[in-house]
């Protein structure tokens, strides 16, 4: 017997999907079906912006290569911990994170919630990112569809994660219970400067802060600082952080040859973590 999914809602007319087997499906009949690798793809044609949305394979396969590393393992530990201070008191959590990439850091937060049975959607706009998600843990819902229009019921989610990610106050605030908590990552100013000063001529710097723009929907309760320093030895590292970022393109192929062989490469890891709550 079929029952209709507290998970999900359709992106076409916005009914709630019934699963049966591996198919979705809403009254008005549209349906999609579940990819063999275990995902749904909720992306509907017309909110593509290009024929092959978001990150293409290889930058996939790079993050994926550079994260197992555990470079950044000390962001995903905070995370895990701010996000079971905010849910300790939440039984059986719905946990959305939006721009999940190709997994990482969702896993984290999966295995962190284990004993609290959490309902976990990893939503990435790429179906790249996607199938290499589903590939880390079954225990995620993994949903390709745009974080613009999320397929999910409005205020379901106890908690949305965005990390690195575009900053949409609305699309963020129709999803998150009131009451529910935001925790958004974005890259301070020192973020891997070391390597912006091996690529560009001059450095821009930002000073972008999101409480004001989510201030209408979101009060700020606090905002933390992670820095750190690591250094890669291995050229394979480093070509992988190149290549899952948008730098490696602008970068000259002399830079490229003369980073390669400044081992070890010495970075700075900085950025910004703010926890919101829905008004």
């Known amino acids: 017997m079929s029952l209709p999914s507290p998970l999900f809602r359709c992106p076409v007319c916005q009914e709630p999907l019934i699963q049966k087997e591996r198919t979705l499906a809403c009254n008005q009949r549209h349906s999609y079906d579940q990819a063999k690798q275990g995902y749904w793809n909720l992306l509907l044609v017309q909110r593509k912006r290009s024929k092959d949305p978001g990150d293409n ?10 994260l197992d590393q555990q470079h950044y393992k000390p962001l995903a530990e905070a995370v895990c911990r701010i996000a079971l201070e905010q849910l300790k ?3 059986s959590p719905k946990v959305l994170d939006m721009g999940c990439g190709e997994g990482y850091y969702t896993e984290h937060v999966a295995n962190a919630l284990f004993t609290k049975t959490p309902s976990l959607i990893g939503l990435d ?6 199938k290499a998600a589903c ?8 949903l390709v569809a745009s974080g613009a229009e999320m397929p999910v019921p409005e205020s379901s989610q106890d908690l949305l994660l965005v990390m690195f990610s575009r900053v949409m106050p609305e ?9 529910g908590t935001l925790i958004l990552v974005w890259p301070a100013q020192q973020h891997l ?12 710097t930002s000073n972008f802060n999101p409480v004001a723009d989510l201030d209408l929907y979101f009060e700020c309760q606090r905002q933390d600082k992670l820095t750190f320093q690591f250094a890669l030895d291995d050229n394979d590292d480093i070509e992988a952080l190149l290549s899952m970022t948008p730098h490696s393109q602008r970068m000259a192929p002399d830079n490229r040859a003369r980073l390669l062989d400044q081992k070890p490469l010495h970075l700075t890891f900085d950025v910004n973590i703010g926890v919101f709550s829905r008004r």
């Not at 706009?125 to 996607?130: E, G, P, Q, R, T």
């Not at 963020?172 to 009131?178: I, R």
């Open 57 to 66: 394979p290889e930058m996939v396969s790079a993050r994926s290569r550079f």
């Open 89 to 91: 008191d939440t039984p």
């Open 125 to 130: 706009i790429s179906k790249h990112a996607i």
């Open 135 to 142: 590939k880390r843990t079954k225990a995620v819902h993994w």
């Open 171 to 179: 699309p963020f605030a129709k999803v998150v219970k009131h009451g």
């Open 193 to 204: 400067i070391e390597l912006r000063q091996a690529i560009y001529s001059q450095i821009k």
